[in-house]
């Protein structure tokens, strides 16, 4: 077909459409190599040692695996908070392990981030949070670290936000999703604005100075206006960051998304418009696109960041957080070192039983190479800066499979540098795949878009 008969691109909310270019999924890369690629063995000799060479600057993540309610679309590792005897144990278990890994730190190292994730933190009651952050505090010598928490505003009593007050929480996460009563209730996530609108309202009064407002596109009954509406009302609510995911059906690996009405899910196609209209939405209400579907008040620290050249990825996303170690806690959790990712048992009683016997509870990892490195160096690059310096050893299989991109004015390769060009945001992810020596098998990931 000669190009004058070739269809014309269509273009979706100021983005070319390709669906071609769209078709195989790809990791959210987080991390490279990315958890897919962890092996299931003991990590605890390699996590201790890891732990004892530390030095300088880390952050803590704290994992609380456990909600009041289970939403059907989740894909964390989180069980029902219904029985108060197994929150009480797991606690037990993760200020236990907050003393060992505590002991096994050189003094030079210092804590500058806290984050509590899960789950939902506030699935255990204010005063547990206030004994973790006083556990934290006689276990790690910290460096006025920024505080930041994930919340379910379902289950926010007065006495969250003064313990949030209290302990200096300056960042939170809302999980919002959606604003739409037919698509909570479709998602099994039934949250009045009102109940939102209230949240917000108490963590301002709280200090909080930062509030991210979750939401997601490809939801079952989600159309253009309903989508629209949700974020009309966010930006009216005041969200200083707008994370907008794109929803990832996999019920064969996800259990309770068996119990989403797939038949209403929309389309490829519509979930490109969804993402199309709703970056274009955030950009025109003010907020600077941070990657592909993240949007921050161009005052708030992670659109510093973006505008700086300071901006990183790891497990929790994009993050205007440097510290070069990530130093995970609780079940499931991930800790980064620069040449190992390690993740805790998954299971709360495997956690528990191997915390209880004094041993750290890695049992998932991989070992970065020198290769894993420059690949995952040249990965982050992109994403967060959207250009990258490319390895002469890599630039000839890498031209080959960036044809498709360059030929559609989706990159520029001049010389070793590559930059995404304008409108290569839906394709970022698929771009960044180039570079991922793991990614010629079929393990299945999310839509690109």
């Given at each position: 077909?000669?190009?004058?008969?070739?269809?014309?691109?269509?273009?979706?909310?100021?983005?070319?459409?390709?669906?071609?270019?769209?078709?195989?999924?790809?990791?959210?890369?987080?991390?490279?190599?990315?958890?897919?690629?962890?092996?299931?063995?003991?990590?605890?000799?390699?996590?201790?040692?890891?732990?004892?060479?530390?030095r300088g600057t880390a952050s803590l993540y704290l994992h609380i695996p456990y909600c009041q309610e289970i939403c059907w679309y989740c894909g964390c590792n989180t069980g029902a908070a219904n029985k108060r005897q197994r929150l009480t144990a797991y606690l037990e278990a993760l200020h236990h392990e907050i003393e060992l890994v505590g002991q096994m730190l050189d003094p030079s190292v210092r804590i500058s981030r806290i984050a509590f994730g899960g789950g939902s933190p506030n699935a255990i009651k204010p005063t547990d949070f206030v004994r973790l952050v006083d556990t934290l505090t006689l276990n790690f010598r910290m460096d006025q670290p920024v505080v930041s928490i994930e919340l379910d505003p379902r289950s926010l009593p007065a006495d969250?936000?003064?313990?949030?007050?209290?302990?200096?929480?300056?960042?939170?996460?809302?999980?919002?999703?959606t604003l739409d009563p037919r698509v909570q209730a479709a998602i099994g996530r039934v949250q009045p604005a009102d109940m939102i609108e209230r949240a917000v309202e108490g963590l301002r009064k709280a200090g909080v100075d930062s509030i991210n407002f979750d939401l997601m596109y490809g939801l079952p009954f989600q159309d253009d206006a309903v989508?629209?509406?949700?974020?009309?009302?966010?930006?009216?609510?005041?969200?200083?960051?707008?994370?907008l995911f794109g929803y990832a059906h996999v019920p064969h690996l996800i259990a309770r998304q068996q119990?989403?009405?797939?038949?209403?899910?929309?389309?490829?196609?519509?979930?490109?418009?969804?993402?199309?209209?709703?970056?274009?939405?955030?950009?025109?209400?003010?907020?600077?696109?941070?990657?592909?579907?993240?949007?921050?008040?161009?005052?708030d620290s992670l659109a510093v960041a973006a505008r700086s050249g300071t901006l990183h990825r790891n497990f929790q996303g994009f993050t205007d957080d440097s510290a070069p170690v990530?130093?995970?806690?609780?079940?499931?959790?991930?800790?980064?070192?620069?040449?190992?990712?390690?993740?805790?048992?998954?299971?709360?009683g495997r956690y528990r039983m191997l915390t209880g016997a004094d041993q750290l509870s890695g049992r998932k990892g991989v070992v970065r190479t020198g290769d894993d490195r420059r690949r995952g160096?040249?990965?982050?690059?992109?994403?967060?800066?959207?250009?990258?310096?490319?390895?002469?050893?890599?630039?000839?299989?890498?031209?080959?499979r960036l044809g498709a991109f360059e030929a559609r004015g989706l990159v520029r390769l001049e010389g070793d540098r590559l930059a995404l060009q304008p409108g290569s945001e839906p394709y970022a992810r698929t771009i960044a795949a180039v570079f991922d020596a793991y990614r010629e098998g079929a393990r299945q990931f999310s839509s690109a878009v």
């Open positions: 077909m000669s190009p004058e008969a070739m269809p014309r691109p269509e273009i979706i909310g100021g983005w070319t459409y390709h669906p071609d270019l769209l078709a195989r999924p790809v990791p959210r890369y987080t991390s490279y190599p990315t958890a897919a690629e962890f092996v299931e063995e003991s990590f605890e000799e390699r996590q201790r040692n890891a732990l004892r060479n530390l969250w936000f003064m313990a949030i007050r209290g302990i200096g929480v300056i960042k939170a996460s809302l999980g919002v999703q989508l629209a509406d949700t974020l009309d009302r966010s930006v009216a609510m005041g969200a200083d960051r707008i994370a119990r989403i009405d797939a038949s209403q899910l929309p389309d490829q196609r519509a979930r490109f418009r969804m993402a199309a209209e709703g970056y274009q939405r955030l950009a025109g209400a003010g907020y600077q696109p941070v990657g592909f579907d993240h949007f921050a008040l161009p005052g990530l130093i995970g806690l609780g079940a499931s959790s991930i800790s980064e070192f620069p040449e190992l990712f390690v993740q805790n048992e998954k299971n709360a160096a040249i990965i982050s690059d992109l994403l967060c800066t959207g250009h990258a310096r490319i390895d002469a050893d890599l630039l000839p299989a890498a031209r080959e």
